[in-house]
């Protein structure tokens, strides 16, 4: 079973790398760009359980290891193949 | 104008980040993930441009800058308010 996760940082929150980004994309001419936020995209490929059981583990993985829940929020996606 | 942007490594190209994720998961007793895989997750938000333009702009900007088209490959997702 796959999950695609999502990991940004909440609204808000100081974002660095966006901002270096940006900066970068100003300097290469792209001065259209307004706003930058980076964050991750994990994909997760987990060995048979069941689908509710798997998306609470996944829930749980993100709570423990995969984002900072004082800093960032998180979105899980099931991947249907 | 809001893109969401996915960088991820091509298939093939050894993920050292997604294998240490996975111990660290293995260690907290996910046993069940068999791969991970760790990749960018970019918002940006561009000033007016035209839609197939600024689809354009953001695929140069992922050539230029935001993915390393030797080792990575890009999708570009339009966010529709």
Redesign the interface.
Request: cysteine-free; proline content about 0%.
């Given at each position: 079973m796959r999950f695609n996760v999502?990991?940004?940082l909440k609204r808000g929150v100081l974002d660095p790398q966006?901002k270096a980004?940006m900066d970068?994309?100003h300097s290469?001419h792209?001065g259209?760009?307004?706003?930058?936020?980076?964050?991750?995209?994990?994909?997760?490929?987990?060995?048979g359980?069941p689908e509710q059981e798997?998306r609470a583990?996944v829930e749980?993985?993100c709570q423990?290891?995969?984002a900072n829940p004082v800093i960032e929020e998180f979105r899980i996606e099931e991947v249907r193949a």
């Open positions: 999502y990991v940004t966006g980004v970068a994309l290469l792209f259209e760009v307004r706003d930058v936020r980076v964050g991750k995209f994990i994909e997760l490929n987990l060995d359980l798997a583990r749980k993985m423990e290891l995969l």
